[in-house]
């Protein structure tokens, strides 16, 4: 089997080898790459022009109906979609087999589909920020840090002092969050640096980027509730408990509040009206969604506190609010990320349901074009389902459809969780065996010689690359496994991406992490992450430098950079910044993008690089599921299948679409590792691998390649049934 792998790739380096001699079509001229330095491709459903602060970011009309159309995969996205319907088609495939060019579109800002359009072929990098890859990679980054700083400043407290001496570690994050409401100055010197380094590493960045962007008023951020501003986060547990306490605290409040703005002596409210207001904020509070930061208003119908912030000072409800700094900066940052880089992609559009309104709007156009009353019913049909789906999509990614904090909705949350932590402590002690295909989607995606050919010459440096490679990754927002289990999370549904709601879902979330430590899976995810982010950055910089010193690309090299996400006229400004590349043996570049003074180039290099990473050891995004799976039940249900339907957009269609050598030597090298994990799975179970026939065996490979994922789920389904 092995032997078959290394064919595979010697056959697939032959035919590359001769495939690029024979290549002569260039996808675009002199004249086509130098219009696009002044006409960047849009990416921006609404066709709205960018904040001028944002350097780069401007955004041109939106893209052609030919560029957002798949590539040909041989008829089986199309057919996929088709046949699973809308129960069962993820929102990646759906969206980009729709007729309505408004929805492909908006697919590809949302999400990361993995999949080829035609404009990639074109060197047009059509969906080249998408909002999930931005909200993960933005939010990880912060978490990790997050993470390394508490982690750290405990250690460094527990060494410092006694064990009779030191408070608890829950007491020990409850005093930074304290910290944190009193100019960052804590009950010992730890507390005060862990303080001091999460607000200049966290708390300040969202909020500078919040107030640049004008994403909401000032006093939102800069409220004088307390000596330091610190994201509040409700006890909802005590406002369950003492909920009169509350309200009527907040009454007593809000009536110096109109007392003090009153107009011309007169004031519009009496006692019930007071009561009506906390009962209000009361609700508001316990129904916001559970992921989020609540920016609360007074639901004052008339009067001075009509719309007015509710910024009662923190003092007064201090027993209502949460203090423990792992709960309210991992909130702070899955609200601030998502509600960024929103604003950032649809330039200041606070509504979901504004998103969707090209696609409706374009789906009337097609339906006036329409010959009969049925084709126009069905055009609109499809445009309403379109808008709905990849609306709920955005608002999931923004933490809005979360549940609410509310205890009545934790019961169910919580045994979902222990479900699906259960199922994984059980079911996956030899996930690491079925994780040996990664190792050959990265010769399918990136080619084996530049992406193993390094790496041998690499081993001799003691994995130099490798190394420098993940620290420039882990910058990036990816490779980060060891801290957070990225992959694992994503893969299994075993955990937020950020933090859990309170210490029990927290505990699963650890135990988790150790159980994938403990099986090596988490190791294997961060090491394979590093060899890919060396391989796909060397390419990325080495394919700039061509651009920058005039050659054109191949057809290849075109559509890896655009599917990347990156306009050739961007890659020739990262060419730029060479001097601050470090330039290693065998061909290896590390960008050091932390160092460039192109700061949106480096973002957008950030971006290529966590795309291309995750495209390769597969991680799912929220597009490549059906929908329904994102709720509570459907996350229990369809917690192993996820992989399955990212992998076939990812591997299958993606590589039918691109039918190279590459492509093709990956998939046959792919199949042979999958053979390669059946028969070690066979050694650990204490099978006898030579009992089974080559027919088993070759279903098998396919099965745990994730070639033909969904095809083998749907077989194993019917199988059942037969």
Do not use: C
């Not at 919580?414 to 932590?421: E, L, P, Q």
């Not at 390769?616 to 229990?636: C, H, L, N, R, Y």
């Amino acid at each position: 089997i092995a032997l078959g792998g290394a064919f595979g790739f010697a056959v697939g380096g032959i035919m590359v080898a001769a495939e690029r001699r024979a290549m002569s079509v260039l996808v675009n001229d002199t004249e086509a790459i130098a219009e696009g330095i002044n006409d960047v491709p849009s990416n921006n459903p609404l066709g709205a022009t960018a904040d001028p602060a944002d350097l780069g970011a401007a955004r041109a009309p939106r893209a052609s109906a030919e560029d957002t159309a798949l590539s040909g995969s041989l008829g089986l996205a199309e057919l996929e979609a088709k046949l699973l319907g809308r129960g069962f088609a993820s929102a990646s495939l759906r969206g980009m087999t729709s007729p309505i060019r408004a929805t492909r579109e908006l697919t590809l800002d949302l999400i990361d589909t993995g999949m080829v359009v035609n404009g990639h072929w074109k060197g047009n990098a059509v969906g080249a920020m998408p909002l999930s890859t931005e909200v993960g990679r933005i939010g990880d980054k912060h978490a990790a840090q997050l993470t390394r700083v508490l982690t750290g400043t405990w250690a460094a407290y527990k060494k410092a002092v006694p064990k009779r001496q030191r408070m608890s570690r829950d007491d020990f994050f409850r005093e930074i969050g304290k910290a944190h409401r009193n100019d960052d100055i804590g009950v010992n010197p730890h507390v005060t640096e862990a303080a001091q380094a999460l607000r200049k590493d966290t708390i300040n960045p969202f909020r500078d980027e919040a107030v640049a962007r004008k994403m909401f008023e000032g006093e939102d951020i800069t409220v004088k509730t307390a000596k330091s501003y610190f994201p509040r986060v409700y006890d909802h547990i005590a406002l369950r408990t003492n909920s009169n306490d509350f309200e009527n605290i907040v009454a007593a409040w809000l009536r110096k509040e109109a007392e003090r703005m009153k107009v011309a002596g007169k004031l519009d409210y009496d006692d019930s009206d007071y009561a009506a207001m906390a009962r209000g904020i009361w609700d508001d509070i316990m129904g916001h969604p559970a992921e989020r930061i609540p920016f609360l208003k007074i639901p004052a119908k008339r009067g001075p506190l009509k719309e007015r912030t509710f910024n009662i000072p923190d003092e007064m409800i201090a027993d209502f609010l949460e203090n423990d700094v792992r709960e309210v900066l991992s909130r702070y940052i899955r609200t601030m990320s998502a509600d960024i880089e929103f604003d950032r992609h649809f330039n200041g559009i606070k509504n979901a349901d504004d998103v969707g309104r090209p696609i409706r709007e374009e789906a009337k156009e097609l339906a006036a074009k329409a010959k009969t009353a049925k084709e126009r019913k069905k055009i609109h049909d499809r445009g309403d389902a379109d808008a709905l789906m990849l609306q709920e999509l955005a608002d999931r990614m923004r933490g809005v459809t979360s549940r609410p904090v509310d205890p009545a909705f934790i019961t169910a949350r919580k045994v979902g969780k222990i479900a699906r932590g259960a199922s994984t402590f059980l079911m996956l002690g030899g996930v690491l065996l079925s994780s040996f295909a990664d190792v050959m989607n990265i010769a399918a995606r990136q080619g084996f010689g530049r992406s193993f050919g390094p790496l041998a010459a690499d081993m001799l440096t003691g994995f130099k690359g490798v190394r420098m490679a993940k620290a420039e990754a882990q910058m990036a927002g990816a490779a980060l496994d060891m801290l957070m289990p990225q992959r694992t999370q994503a893969l299994f549904d075993i955990g937020a991406r950020n933090a859990a709601a309170d210490a029990f879902e927290q505990g699963i979330d650890v135990a988790t992490k150790y159980f994938m430590d403990f099986t090596g899976l988490n190791i294997w995810n961060t090491s394979w992450k590093s060899v890919t982010a060396m391989s796909v950055q060397s390419r990325i910089l080495k394919t700039a430098e061509k651009l920058a010193a005039g050659k054109t690309l191949n057809r290849r090299e075109t559509m890896d950079l655009a599917m990347s996400g990156i306009e050739q006229h961007e890659a020739v400004r990262m060419a730029a910044e060479a001097g601050n590349w470090d330039r290693l043996h065998a061909g290896i570049t590390i960008a050091n993008a932390d160092k460039w003074t192109d700061r949106e180039m480096a973002r957008r290099f950030g971006n290529a690089l966590v795309r291309s990473v995750d495209n390769t050891i597969i991680s799912p995004s929220p597009g490549d599921a059906p929908p329904w799976t994102s709720t509570e039940w459907g996350k229990t249900l369809f917690q192993f299948k996820k992989f399955s339907w990212a992998a076939n957009q990812r591997i299958l269609i993606a590589s039918l679409q691109q039918r190279d050598a590459t492509a093709m030597a990956g998939l046959l090298s792919l199949w042979s590792f999958g053979v390669l994990s059946t028969i070690m799975h066979d050694f650990a179970s204490g099978r006898d691998p030579s009992k089974r026939s080559i027919r088993d065996l070759v279903v098998n490979g396919l099965d745990r390649s994730g070639i033909m994922a969904i095809i083998m789920e749907a077989d194993g389904l019917m199988g059942k049934f037969a």
